[in-house]
Structures are given as structure tokens and as C-alpha cells.
């Protein structure tokens, strides 16, 4: 599921909300890894949408929660 498209370290601190056509929505746990999902963008986008079997979401939404 999502540790294998976004890794095992980032699953810890990166989980996914929703994902549909207009964006893959994203909550993080600390800004600093707002700024790591935020750099992988476009590969994410592209592992997220195929793993969920979806057409590629538009945008990337990133969300701090602390």
C-alpha cells in the first residue's frame, strides 16, 4: 500500500487522506517533511495514481498536522 509508493521512513510521517482526479491529498507530522513529499511531486503523483488504479491527480496537497 502507501510504504511501498512512498517508502517505509516517509510512511511514518507522511499519510494519505485522499487521492482523486483534481489532487493526492497528504498530512504530514512535521514541516520538514512537507518540504520531502513536496519534492518528489511529480513521481509521487504518477506511483500514487497507478497504485490506486486512477487517473493522475492535478496537484499535490501537503497538510501539517501536528
Given at each position: 500500500?502507501?510504504?511501498?509508493?512512498?517508502?517505509?521512513?516517509?510512511?511514518?510521517?507522511?499519510?494519505?487522506?485522499?487521492?482523486?482526479r483534481s489532487a493526492l491529498v497528504v498530512t504530514v507530522d512535521h514541516p520538514a517533511w512537507a518540504t520531502q513529499v513536496r519534492r518528489l511531486g511529480d513521481t509521487l503523483l504518477d506511483r500514487a495514481s497507478a497504485h490506486a488504479g486512477v487517473e493522475r491527480p492535478e496537484r499535490l496537497d501537503v497538510r501539517i498536522q501536528r
Open positions: 500500500g502507501w510504504t511501498e509508493i512512498v517508502g517505509e521512513a516517509m510512511a511514518e510521517h507522511v499519510q494519505p487522506v485522499r487521492i482523486d
